[in-house]
């Protein structure tokens, strides 16, 4: 069982790895740059040795690259849609070079689901085909607001089957996301169902990172409000989640609002108390 968080990049790559550390990181997630930005700064090298060079003196494993939000690879605006797929390559390379074995992406929005699938799974082809590496690309369900992809596992799996380098992309499965979408997580029976339900239409051999959130909004809502660990309103669903038995393999990273490192060091405290308080360690 690995516990971690997103972990910011301010100042330089070469302060992330200490960062995750003091937060007692076993796994990380990270952006390259700014996430609510296209701008593309060049990657400092000496950063990025430094980054390496920390990283492999850790015990921190696997890291987790986070495209920026604005990527749309459903779109139907050939500029926005051009955009994104180069950012997803940019993304693919700079993870590849940082040593970090996979990328994260939102599923996009479209007006015409079947249509703005089609163009996702179109543009990551085209993105993995220019990104000649290893590194795997896991798409993040949504919690379905406005016209939102991959709220729906059918519409996940409708992506991947179309990806033509079936071994190099996965998905995330987000619990805030999960519950505003409508999966109630709130008992181990509902739990169970979610995951037999997953692994028939996607396949657990899919998933490769939970992202632990819990939610401020209502189940159904499709109100995307990540909140603190066991303060929200999925109840103890996020402790049937990291209890369960076929997600013990997987790591576990949360995004949950933070003022200060003391916000993280206490959502890390309650997702390892819900980890003892059901295997009775």
Not at 36 to 57: G, H, I, T, Y
Not at 93 to 114: D, P, T
Request: hydrophobic share 40%.
């Amino acid at each position: 069982m690995k516990f971690g968080f997103h972990i910011s990049i301010a100042g330089g790559l070469s302060n992330v790895v200490p960062r995750a550390q003091k937060l007692m990181c076993a796994t990380m997630q990270l952006f390259t740059r700014s996430p609510r930005s296209w701008l593309l700064n060049r990657l400092d090298q000496q950063d990025v040795r430094d980054f390496k060079k920390a990283l492999r003196k850790s015990n921190i494993t696997p890291v987790f690259v986070h495209t920026p939000y604005l990527l749309n690879l459903a779109s139907s605006n050939a500029r926005l849609y051009k955009k994104s797929v180069n950012a997803l390559v940019t993304d693919l390379q700079r993870s590849n070079n940082l040593g970090a074995r996979y990328v994260i992406m939102h599923c996009g929005s479209a007006e015409n689901a079947a249509r703005g699938i089609r163009i996702m799974a179109r543009g990551i082809n085209t993105a993995l085909n220019r990104a000649q590496n290893a590194v795997v690309l896991l798409l993040e369900n949504t919690a379905g607001g406005g016209n939102e992809l991959g709220y729906q596992f059918d519409q996940l799996a409708d992506i991947i089957v179309r990806v033509k380098q079936t071994e190099r992309i996965g998905v995330v499965l987000d619990t805030a996301h999960l519950f505003a979408a409508g999966y109630d997580l709130r008992t181990r029976t509902n739990v169970d169902t979610l995951l037999r339900t997953f692994d028939s239409i996607v396949g657990l051999d899919k998933l490769r990172l939970v992202h632990l959130n819990d939610s401020r909004a209502a189940c159904g809502s499709r109100s995307d409000r990540h909140w603190h660990i066991g303060k929200g309103e999925s109840g103890k669903g996020l402790a049937h989640m990291v209890n369960h038995p076929q997600l013990q393999h997987l790591p576990f990273i949360m995004e949950t609002p933070r003022k200060s490192d003391k916000d993280d060091l206490r959502n890390m405290r309650a997702a390892k108390r819900m980890v003892k308080a059901i295997s009775g360690n």
